[in-house]
């Protein structure tokens, strides 16, 4: 079990722009199913298979998409270093016999923040997929090249309004989407000092840069230690509202913000959703398949996962329920997947202490704790995962970051998923 600390590096500068030319005896959590299924609950180890062994130190964050337009699934990750390795990010690109290629973006010098989530999405219809990363210095948009794979080509900048020249801190969360219906993706974020919920408006003429963008702040009071967020229409008006969590806060851990007519002047109403305690990491998936997408949070120190049944009007009450209550392993990350072709919502969840991987379906009632499910016992801990069929069979494989006892051991794998 991994267990080891690593100093971080302490960043004096103020501003930031970048423009480089296995199921072991003793199961880590209760299983309580509603009604007992056949053949659950799975105990069929999932085969690792290597991305990466040696590019990086400390894996931190992951994304998952084609960025190089070859019709394979590339994997983007986000290194946080230690000292005296600084952060960098990679881009591994996959070919069809699930080999890779790596190819590191904006060099290795010491001034390169540190991701603490990244996604992909392309930010200046360019048909190529950008980054953009929160971390501890802005929102950072890793702008895509004519050609992906020249590692060189790939240009980084802090966004406007973002950074520590505005007094906000270290970001943890983004999202991208189009919040005004105008010029273009937009960012949002959760993060800051304070603790903050803001997005960041895509300029109408200039997005290959990070000038132009405007901060438009949707919660500054009662956000403390901002986690996590996602976009999702709620109220079915075409507009897209936002999910977050903050577990600083005493109430309302969990909540959503409607889009209003006008989202850069009109306030954006707050909803509960939850209090699940510390409420964390979260994913947005249908898991009682009523045509409604619900939300899951991780509470990391207490070890679970909760979610909360959407009902058909939002602004009403939603019902909180377990997921899993771990007793030996520490929840860490999660992902919302259709693990065994049955069209029910499964739910991956990643842990640390003893690192592990699992799989939780609903057996019987859904609203019952769910039959966990091996996937993978590990020697290392595991950082973050993403989803994504990696083998062509039409069943969602897993990826991880795996954080090893030392930094020799950092890696980056897959698992293919073995069901039928």
Not at 381 to 401: H, K, N, Q
Request: glycine share 10%; hydrophobic share 40%.
């Amino acid at each position: 079990m991994p267990n080891r600390s690593r100093p971080r590096r302490h960043r004096l500068k103020v501003a930031f722009a970048i423009a480089f030319a296995t199921m072991a005896a003793g199961t880590t959590c209760p299983t309580t199913p509603g009604t007992p299924g056949s053949g659950f609950p799975k105990s069929t180890a999932w085969t690792q298979k290597p991305i990466n062994n040696n590019a990086g130190v400390t894996p931190n964050a992951l994304t998952i998409a084609d960025f190089d337009g070859d019709g394979t699934s590339d994997v983007a990750v986000a290194y946080a270093g230690a000292d005296p390795t600084p952060a960098s990010y990679v881009i591994f690109f996959r070919a069809a016999d699930n080999t890779f290629t790596t190819v590191s973006l904006l060099g290795t010098v010491a001034d390169v923040p540190i991701g603490a989530a990244i996604k992909a999405a392309d930010m200046n219809n360019d048909t190529r997929p950008d980054l953009i990363v929160a971390t501890d210095q802005g929102i950072l948009y890793i702008l895509s090249p004519a050609d992906p794979r020249v590692g060189a080509d790939w240009q980084g900048f802090i966004i406007s309004g973002s950074g520590m020249d505005s007094g906000i801190g270290p970001w943890r969360d983004v999202a991208i989407g189009d919040i005004d219906g105008a010029a273009g993706p937009d960012i949002v974020a959760a993060g800051g000092t304070v603790g903050r919920l803001c997005w960041f408006r895509s300029p109408a003429a200039d997005t290959n840069s990070g000038s132009g963008w405007a901060r438009i702040d949707i919660d500054t009071t009662t956000r403390t230690d901002a986690r996590s967020v996602a976009l999702i229409d709620l109220t079915n008006d075409s507009r897209l509202d936002i999910v977050s969590t903050a577990p600083g806060e005493t109430e309302n851990r969990v909540a959503w913000y409607g889009n209003p007519a006008n989202p850069s002047t009109d306030a954006w109403p707050k909803v509960p959703i939850g209090n699940l305690p510390a409420a964390g990491k979260l994913a947005i998936g249908d898991l009682n398949v009523d045509g409604r997408a619900d939300v899951v949070a991780v509470n990391r120190p207490g070890r679970q996962i909760g979610w909360y049944i959407r009902p058909a009007d939002p602004t009403q009450a939603w019902s909180g329920f377990q997921v899993t209550q771990y007793n030996a392993a520490t929840p860490i990350d999660l992902a919302v997947a259709d693990i065994d072709g049955n069209s029910q919502p499964d739910l991956v969840v990643a842990t640390q202490q003893p690192g592990s991987l699992r799989w939780f379906t609903p057996v019987g009632v859904q609203t019952n704790v769910w039959t966990e499910n091996q996937l993978r016992d590990l020697n290392e801990d595991v950082a973050a995962i993403a989803t994504g069929d990696f083998d062509a069979d039409s069943r969602p494989d897993v990826t991880a970051l795996l954080i090893g006892a030392t930094a020799a051991d950092d890696s980056v794998a897959w698992f293919e998923n073995p069901e039928p």
